[in-house]
Structures are given as structure tokens and as C-alpha cells.
């Protein structure tokens, strides 16, 4: 079978062999993967990648210096199995991409002895698959993945309909949390990006407001907004007296969706007082933060990763049943061939929201 593999910090089609299918696990022909900026930062930074996997004991280690497949945003069709399967063959299938390798569960697409789908095939565990329902477009169903994360940091950040939320960086992540609140029913949702596409993704997913950075402060505006109704005529929000009078603004909730060094440490500048922010982006470079503006601030920072696999369902269902409007979000589909110049087109946010591989072009 055909394959894009990461070799040598590029990506590069070539063959490899075709998949059998083993006890617990079934060969299944990928139909449609997204490029997650995850792979974008293991291709850049796999070295760091990879050690940080292996002092965490995480499930996404792998050997940079080896051929690797990537692509775990996936939707495939079973084409073989065991005699004790769970799903017959030719069921259209989302599996949290987790399996096994040499006994232990390993991430597909970050581990070398599982092709992720990248590839003309992938070896999924059998007890994971999730039937796509509804007749679901596979490509709609293969962002079951990359929604499912916003789901998570939601639900980790306790938000509730007291909360004036802010999400800094309307890239594919931070469109996920947008989603994920709206579809809760939660806000206001004010959105924040430099780039007008990502804007207008995020208008069109239902946040309340969205703001240009290089025209207007988005931690002015959030804070104007969870002040609004709740000040003394006689006051500005800004005079220190407030809380000693008894006055507070609605609570506040950040979600940082950027992964740049330097953003955590601006966001934390900007927030207001008592806030919660979400770490959602994922740095893969050192960074700094002023542990006295969090004291000082009596901020909470919480880092979230990935999803349950109950997220994962009901964000499945939800794409089938069309309380997640995705296929706006679905930019561009390449085939094997397409995947390294895709990687590099990711990196205009002007360009793309997100790019699906179809193996089968």
C-alpha cells in the first residue's frame, strides 16, 4: 500500500506493506484525514516530541529517527477482520485513535509500528470503533477528532452561562471551542484573531463577537462586557475601590488557543482578576510566565489535551445530527501525493481552516 511518511524531517510517498488483521484488530481503508497542527509540530519538532512522551510515559512516543505515519483525524471502512470482529466488514468507522502495539496502547499516527492515516490502511482495535451514523460525508466525519478537543477544554473549563468567555486564536482548535460553547448554549463568546478568514470562520460557528487584535483589545473588551450592569453609576471599572465596595464583574474565562511562546504570559496580563484560563494551544517551545501576575491576579490556569472517549461519541453524534456545522471548516482535499505541499499551505491561516487527505485519490 501507499503511504505519506515522515523520513528524515520531510514528508515522502512510498510503499509499504499491506495490513493483516490480528486478534482485537481490524484493517480498515482510510476515506478521509485531517492534517492536524499536532503533525505540523511533530515534523518540526519530533526530537522534543518524542522526549517529552517518554518522561510522561505518553502514548504518542515514537522514534523520530524512524519512519513514522502519521494523520489520527480519520474516517475508514472496515475491509477485514477476525472471526471474532465486533463490526462486519464494510462499516463506515470514527475510533479515537488509540490501539495496540507489542502489547501495550499506543497512539495511531504517533506511534512507528501503527500507520495512521496517511496511508492507503491503518490496524484499528476492533472495541473502539464507532459506526458512522446517518450516512455521514466521511470527511465530515473524519473532524470528529479535532472538534472532539474543543469539547474537552470546555468541559474542563466548568464554564457555565455566568461566564463571559474569551477565545484568543481562531485557528482549527480555537474554532473547536467556539463550536463546542455554542453548541452548550454558553456566552457571550468573544473571539479574537489577527487573521479575517479565521474571523469569519468564527462568526459563522456563533461567537458573539469578533475582534481584530491590531484594532481593538480583546481583554479590554471582554472586560468591559463582564462589567456591563454591574457598576454604580458613579464609578469606572477601573477604580480600585470596587471590590472593597463590593462590586465584581461577571466571571471571566479565557481560553488560549494560539500555542505561541509569549501568548500564556499576555493572556495572563490581560485578564482580569480571578479568572480562569484554558490552556488549549500547544507550545512546543520553551516559554516564560510571571508567576507573580498569576499570585497577584489569583488566576487559575488549567492545560488541557485530547478528550474522553464519551466526547468523542457524543461529538460524533452531534456532526451527524448537524448541532456541529463542520463543513465549512473543510478547506481543501489532497491525496498522498499532496500531503507535503499541504503541510507547508497550513501554514497561511489566510489559506486554509482544515486540509483532509483522501488516500484513495
Known amino acids: 500500500m501507499r503511504a505519506a511518511i515522515m523520513r528524515g524531517g520531510a514528508i515522502v510517498v512510498d510503499e509499504i506493506d499491506d495490513l493483516e488483521p490480528q486478534d482485537g484488530h481490524v484493517v480498515v481503508k482510510t476515506l478521509a484525514c485531517g492534517i492536524c497542527g499536532s503533525d505540523l509540530h511533530a515534523l518540526k519538532h519530533s526530537h522534543d516530541m518524542s522526549r ?29 477482520t477476525t472471526s471474532n470482529a465486533v463490526l462486519p466488514e464494510g462499516t463506515i ?21 501503527l500507520p495512521g492515516g496517511y496511508a492507503e490502511q491503518m490496524l484499528l482495535s476492533d472495541r473502539l470503533l464507532l459506526p458512522v451514523p446517518n450516512g455521514l460525508d466521511p470527511q465530515l466525519a473524519a473532524m470528529t477528532e479535532p472538534m472532539a478537543v474543543g469539547r474537552h477544554a470546555v468541559e474542563k473549563s466548568n464554564a457555565t452561562t455566568d461566564d463571559v468567555i474569551l477565545v484568543v486564536g481562531c485557528g482549527p482548535v480555537g474554532l473547536a471551542v467556539i463550536a463546542a460553547l455554542k453548541q452548550k448554549g454558553l456566552g457571550p463568546v ?12 468564527a462568526e459563522n460557528l456563533g461567537a458573539d463577537l469578533v475582534l481584530d487584535p491590531s484594532e481593538r483589545s480583546p481583554y479590554e473588551t471582554w472586560a468591559d462586557t463582564a ?18 465596595l463590593g462590586f465584581a ?48 491576579k489569583e488566576l487559575n490556569l488549567q492545560f488541557v ?57
Open 52 to 80: 517529552v512522551q517518554g518522561e510522561v510515559g505518553g502514548s504518542m512516543n515514537f522514534d523520530p529517527n524512524r519512519d513514522l505515519i502519521m494523520g489520527h483525524e480519520f474516517c475508514a471502512e472496515i475491509i477485514a
Open 93 to 113: 468507522v470514527c475510533s479515537v485513535p488509540m490501539a495496540f502495539a507489542n502489547g501495550r496502547p499506543a497512539a495511531v499516527g504517533y506511534n512507528n509500528d
Open 190 to 201: 468573544i473571539a479574537a484573531d489577527f487573521s479575517p478568514r479565521r474571523r469569519s470562520f
Open 227 to 244: 462589567w456591563e450592569g454591574r457598576l454604580p453609576d458613579d464609578r469606572d471599572r477601573h477604580d480600585p475601590l470596587l471590590g472593597i
Open 249 to 296: 464583574p461577571a466571571p471571566g474565562l479565557i481560553f488560549e488557543c494560539v500555542g505561541v511562546p509569549g501568548v500564556i504570559n499576555q493572556v495572563m496580563s490581560g485578564s482580569m482578576r480571578h479568572s480562569r484560563i484554558v490552556i488549549v494551544g500547544v507550545c512546543m517551545e520553551n516559554d516564560s510566565i510571571r508567576p507573580l501576575m498569576g499570585t497577584s
Open 305 to 361: 489535551l485530547g478528550y474522553t472517549p464519551d466526547e468523542f461519541a457524543d461529538t460524533l453524534r452531534g456532526i451527524s445530527e448537524g448541532e456541529l456545522e463542520v463543513a465549512q471548516l473543510v478547506t481543501g482535499t489532497v491525496g498522498l501525493d499532496g500531503v507535503a505541499e499541504a503541510f507547508q499551505a497550513l501554514a497561511d491561516p489566510e489559506a486554509h481552516a482544515k486540509i483532509m487527505v483522501d488516500p484513495t485519490r
